[in-house]
């Protein structure tokens, strides 16, 4: 199984600053990992898919990048709405696996 | 609007059975994988279950359940089913179903989610 693994576990900031989400793979994903925002109560969001590809709706200022084990997620300038968890997971092998999360709140 | 509707959650006891459903619409739910992931603070987001969109509905299981689950689908109703035996206390979870970014092949990552169903085992 391909462990996920993020870093920080939280990450505390302001409006306005850049956030930088890390995501390791214990072996290569390729390409193959996605990023998801969750806000409490609500379901997970796709953000990312492909390390890169952003999905519909999402703005530029989500940023992926990375390949085989370390992926980041850039938020270029954070906007209130963005203070959520967010989660990558592969789907290079089965079973497909989420990472644990990564907290963004305010500082 | 498109969506996925889950329902079927609820508090049982160890060993019961539970089935739970998800209703697709606002898209040909017949050209999509659809899988159900569950969630707990716990162990965080686990796929559980896939299903494909094809006849034939070929499918595949996380080796934990051990058997226990079924995911099954139903396209004339634009239903996707997860069956769940002989509940067990760690399977408590928020239980959502989700779509394939992609038609056809799968797997891809989850680009629509329903609102989840917690589901409590407990005695």
């Known amino acids: 199984e391909v462990v996920l693994t993020q870093s920080p576990a939280t990450l505390s900031l302001s409006p306005g600053e850049r956030a930088t989400l890390s995501c390791k793979a214990s072996q290569s994903v390729s390409i193959y990992l996605a990023w998801y925002q969750q806000k409490p109560g609500q379901a997970p969001r796709l953000l990312i898919y492909e390390t890169s590809i952003r999905a519909t709706g999402i703005p530029p200022r989500f940023i992926g990048s990375g390949s085989e084990t370390d992926f980041t997620l850039t938020i270029s300038s954070l906007e209130p709405e963005d203070f959520a968890v967010y989660f990558c997971?592969?789907?290079?092998?089965?079973?497909?696996?989420f990472g644990p999360g990564t907290k963004v709140d305010l500082k | 609007q498109v969506q996925l509707v889950e329902s079927g959650g609820g508090v049982v006891q160890p060993g019961s059975s539970l089935r739970l459903s998800c209703a697709a619409s606002g898209f040909t739910f017949s050209y999509y994988a659809m899988y159900w992931v569950r969630q707990t603070p716990g162990k965080g987001l686990e796929w559980m279950a896939v299903?494909?969109?094809?006849?034939?509905?070929?499918?595949k299981y996380r080796d934990s359940l051990k058997g226990r689950f079924t995911i099954s689908r139903d396209n004339s109703k634009n239903m996707v089913y997860l069956q769940m035996n002989s509940l067990r206390v760690e399977d408590t979870a928020v239980y959502y179903c989700?779509?394939?970014?992609?038609?056809?092949?799968?797997?891809?990552?989850?680009?629509?989610w329903g609102q989840g169903t917690l589901v409590t085992v407990s005695s």
């Open positions: 989700a779509r394939d970014r992609a038609t056809g092949t799968y797997p891809h990552a989850f680009d629509l």
């Open positions: 997971q592969q789907r290079h092998d089965w079973p497909l696996t």
């Open positions: 299903i494909s969109y094809d006849v034939g509905y070929y499918k």
